[in-house]
């Protein structure tokens, strides 16, 4: 776990929030006025808050933007006692927003982030009103979701590796060593933009991981994917119908090598047919570290024009 006043050498000026309210000690930046227009920002594996920086700072002037730390990452805690499969990821997000009563919710998702905030979608849908996935699935109760994972998973090198590594033991291992390795990992799954890379940015990604006990978080999300754990939300008749009718955007880095197109942007199409997609050639799967300001450019514009 990071230090609560950690802000890396100034690229993360955000006070720190803390709730107990999912059970264990969950961060969140809280930015901007109170009475704004609430944007929801749900990272995925292996980030944390630090992620969404950039859209943080330009979207806080004018609406309220909360970015939790999922359990197990960024400077939220990482109990032992807990499991981080993706309904345990659910079930926090929705404590937090019952805690905080957020309403008028804008989704942003990135990597399982997606799921994550889905979840809360079906669970909670009189709550949002709007879902911006950003190189993130949006898995809402589709039929060939499984077909897709599978198939998604034998293309993408970061799935291929988790089920090796689950295979030979070597998954919690190497995970868990997860702060040293940070660069590798990021690259694997499609980081394309190296100008980023300081001693400061690799600092942030890094020391949540710093050891095998702060690797939970990362290693459940592999480990749930190489046996089946994790539970996708199945939303009931009136969930969907609400959802289905939100504004939605889609961003995609068409460099994702681990989440790729082909295999999930027909998810997000099948929930919102004549919803836009804008696809990013050249980005990879961390979309908001290789084009910052394309990606929160177009969501500032979708958040105004919707």
Not at 79 to 104: C, F, I, K, M
Not at 178 to 194: A, P, Q, R, V, W
Request: glycine share 10%; net charge negative.
């Amino acid at each position: 776990m990071i230090q609560p006043d950690a802000t890396f050498d100034g690229t993360f000026p955000f006070a720190p929030h803390f709730t107990a309210a999912p059970g264990f000690r969950m961060h969140y930046v809280d930015e901007g006025p109170r009475d704004g227009e609430v944007v929801l920002c749900l990272h995925g594996e292996p980030t944390w808050g630090y992620l969404f920086r950039h859209l943080i700072s330009g979207l806080s002037t004018t609406h309220r933007v909360i970015v939790p730390d999922h359990m197990g990452f960024g400077k939220s805690a990482t109990p032992a006692q807990r499991s981080y499969w993706l309904q345990d990821h659910v079930d926090n997000l929705e404590a937090l927003v019952l805690a905080l009563d957020l309403t008028g919710v804008t989704l942003v998702m990135h990597d399982f982030g997606g799921p994550v905030g889905m979840g809360l979608a079906a669970r909670h849908p009189d709550r949002i009103r709007r879902i911006i996935s950003a190189n993130g699935p949006t898995p809402f109760g589709q039929s060939d979701l499984f077909e897709r994972v599978t198939a998604n998973a034998l293309a993408s090198p970061w799935f291929q590796w988790i089920a090796k590594a689950e295979a030979s033991g070597e998954l919690e291992p190497v995970l868990g060593q997860l702060g040293f390795n940070i660069l590798s990992t990021l690259k694997l799954n499609g980081f394309e933009n190296n100008a980023v890379i300081t001693d400061s940015w690799l600092a942030a990604y890094g020391s949540p991981f710093a050891r095998p006990a702060d690797c939970l978080g990362a290693i459940g999300w592999a480990k749930g994917f190489a046996t089946g754990a994790h539970t996708f939300a199945t939303p009931g008749p009136a969930a969907d119908r609400a959802i289905r009718g939100k504004p939605a955007l889609a961003i995609w880095g068409e460099a994702d090598r681990t989440l790729r197109a082909e295999h999930f942007l027909p998810l997000f199409s099948a929930i919102f047919p004549t919803a836009p997609i804008r696809r990013l050639a050249g980005v990879g799967h961390y979309c908001f570290e290789d084009a910052p300001q394309e990606t929160c450019g177009l969501i500032a514009e979708f958040i105004r024009q919707t």
